[in-house]
């Protein structure tokens, strides 16, 4: 190749690269889903997967992650420190590269094991062309390097700022609050369950998380030390905590079949709910995919196997089916899988055909070996099996209850509702209020236009702690799925949900202000999220902020939310002000309700969002459980929805 040709190849690459930043800046949620809350937090993911990745290569074993006292992000490794020698195609150094250009993230090294961050894993470049400043601090052969970057264009080339006997990378970002309108602000909890939630998923690793805007009364930073030397088995134990093991152990294992590493590990407790996690490369597989498949398919083939064996399957009238093998199961499968292909409405479906086998028969063989070896729990999970099969029975029959009423629309309406006038559901939004009279007031104050109104009795059902059946017998949530126009379970699955019919868009859910009516707001989202996931997950849940005061000095009045509010509307009105203190929704008038609650151009909703699917299941276990401390002690530090609302 002459010369020639090899300078106009270097220009026009470099002039993509410039404008593959360009295009990030420009189409942002493109390369990290969206510009809101999740989009931010995925920039600290997107490092810090970087780091994992040389850990899981074996070259470090500690990453630290900070929110540093001007809210920017820092995150540091002790691994073999970016490359910074002079990248030959592209003239500059390779942490240049890296750092700038898109699509580059390791490319240069064949050998290295780049797995972590398969869904977006789109690069540093990315988090760097997103943020208004970043800082890149290399600490290899005895030297310390630094480049910075702004809007992702570098300000100097690299520099060498002195020596030092570490070794390892530490990056520094500003997010772009052009693109992150809505928020620059990361959230504790957010990182820090993501944090833990890596640490089981890579043992070994030793990540620490500080939080550095605050100091508490010992002057010292929030910080937490994430690591596990077990694993996916501790993580079971941390997501179980609140539920009642029926066997003696977790059962698990750790291997590579073939070219897929595959970790699995398992447990049956005493409730009646199904709670698989998966993950391919760390990334949460909310919709599943070919790993579940392979995992179900080697849990029903073993257990099948053994049940068929033992003889205590033969007195039983009913066929078993799959699902009656993962009740009261938790599982977490771990699989890493070099070119995954992800499908499905949000791309976290993986499609790879070759990890079913790898998997079922990973989980058959560690099946096999526990059944053998733990003849008394073998013995407990089949009868478990056998009272999942009979309830299954009777759960259908509420089912098919349930299913003539809303789709022959044999019943009907349920009585209680007041529905609205709309047709569109797009359009439409139903209140779901605790209590008959405050139901009254909101069915007065409301827009019957686009607003309807289910009340409910007093507390609902448990879902957490009650048989399938129970659940759909109970009058309180037949309404609920009647009024909503949702039906569960199709020929194949008999606990797909079908959204298609949903008769609103907007499902708000709206209590009284206090602890128990934050106690009955948490029993509705546990149905929501134990039997209509798909409703949180779509967008369609909120929660209504109804006002603790009203603020009145003459013919002033002024609405607070909380303490802060009302003395500043206090310190307006020029002190002496009257004030109420709304005890419930029951107190507020028809207009009151109307106005603070209702009105769409002046109430706040939230909107309820999942982060992690297995942090929400634990705290939702826990809200519900048995264990009473744990309950309080969380009730008391957090609010009721800290980590399922974003
Ligand atoms: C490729 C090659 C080498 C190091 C890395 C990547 C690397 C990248 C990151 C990102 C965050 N922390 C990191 N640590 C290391 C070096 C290969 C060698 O030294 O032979």
Redesign the pocket.
């Known amino acids: 190749m002459s010369e020639e040709i090899k300078k106009n190849n270097y220009s026009a690459d470099s002039i993509q690269a410039l404008e593959g930043m360009e295009h990030v800046r420009m189409r942002p949620s493109m390369y990290i889903g969206d510009v809101g809350v999740r989009g931010l937090h995925h920039l600290v993911y997107e490092?810090v997967d970087?780091?994992i990745?040389?850990a899981m290569g074996g070259?470090?074993d500690t990453i630290g992650v900070a929110i540093n006292e001007d809210g920017s992000i820092t995150?540091e490794?002790n691994?073999?420190?970016?490359?910074v020698d002079l990248h030959k195609k592209e003239g500059v150094s390779?942490l240049e590269v890296?750092m700038t250009k898109i699509g580059a993230g390791?490319k240069?090294?064949k050998d290295?094991y780049k797995v972590s961050g398969g869904l977006h894993g789109v690069g540093?470049s990315v988090v760097n062309a997103l943020s208004v400043h970043m800082k890149s601090t290399v600490f290899?052969d005895g030297k310390i390097y630094e480049q910075e970057y702004e809007r992702g264009k570098s300000l100097y080339p690299v520099k060498q700022i002195g020596e030092t006997d570490k070794r390892?990378?530490r990056?520094t970002f500003y997010p772009d609050n052009t693109i992150f309108t809505q928020t620059t602000e990361f959230s504790y909890d957010t990182l820090s369950a993501r944090m833990r939630e890596l640490s089981f998923l890579n043992k070994g690793i030793t990540i620490t998380f500080t939080d550095k805007r605050e100091v508490d009364e010992k002057g010292e930073f929030k910080s937490e030390v994430f690591h596990s030397d077990e694993g996916l088995k501790e993580y079971i134990r941390y997501l179980d905590g609140n539920r009642e093991p029926i066997i003696s152990h977790v059962i698990s294992m750790d291997h590579e079949k073939g070219e897929i590493p595959v970790e699995v590990a398992l447990i049956y407790n005493t409730s009646y709910t199904e709670n698989i996690f998966s993950y391919v490369n760390n990334i949460n597989t909310h919709e599943g995919g070919t790993h579940l498949q392979g995992f179900r398919s080697g849990l029903t083939r073993t257990l099948k196997k053994y049940a068929d064996a033992s003889g205590m399957l033969d007195k039983l009238k009913f066929e078993i089916a799959g699902d009656d093998f993962r009740e009261g199961l938790t599982a977490i499968i771990s699989v890493k899988v070099a070119e995954p292909q992800f499908e499905g409405q949000t791309k976290t479906k993986l499609g790879n055909r070759e990890v079913v086998s790898p998997v079922s028969q990973a989980v058959g063989e560690m099946l096999e070996n526990y059944l053998e070896e733990n003849p008394n729990d073998a013995r407990i999970i089949i009868q478990k099996v056998i009272l999942a099969a009979q309830a299954r029975h009777a759960a259908k029959k509420a089912r098919e209850m349930v299913q003539r009423k809303t789709v022959m629309g044999g019943g009907g309406l349920p009585g209680k509702l007041s529905d609205c006038s709309e047709q569109d559901p797009a359009r439409c939004e139903v209140y779901l209020v605790e209590g008959d009279s405050a139901g009254g007031t909101a069915k007065q104050g409301r827009d019957r236009n686009f607003q309807a109104i289910l009340p409910l009795r007093g507390k609902i059902l448990n879902v957490e702690k009650a048989m399938h059946h129970k659940v759909f017998e109970n009058e309180e949530i037949r309404n609920i799925f009647t009024a909503l126009g949702v039906t569960v379970g199709t020929a194949e699955d008999s606990k797909a949900l079908n959204l298609e019919k949903l008769r609103y868009h907007k499902v708000i859910i709206m209590c009284d202000a206090d602890v128990d009516g934050s106690h009955i707001s948490t029993l509705i989202l546990t149905f929501f999220f134990r039997f209509m996931k798909e409703l949180i997950e779509e967008g369609h849940v909120y929660i209504a902020a109804p006002p603790l005061y009203l603020v009145k000095k003459g013919n002033k009045k002024e609405y607070a939310w909380n303490d802060v509010q009302r003395d500043q509307a206090n310190d307006r009105m020029g002190g002496s002000a009257a004030i109420q203190r709304y005890k419930g929704l029951g107190e507020m008038n028809a207009e009151q309700l109307w106005e603070t609650t209702m009105d769409p151009n002046f109430r706040t909703l939230r909107q309820v969002t999942i982060d992690s699917l297995a942090e929400a299941d634990r705290v939702f276990s826990m809200l519900m459980g048995d264990e009473v401390p744990p309950r309080r002690e969380f009730i008391e530090k957090n609010a009721v929805y800290a980590n399922i609302d974003a």
């Open positions: 490092v970087n780091s990745d040389e070259h470090c995150v490794d691994g073999r420190g970016i490359p390779a890296v390791g240069f090294d290295s540093v290899r390892g990378t990056q």
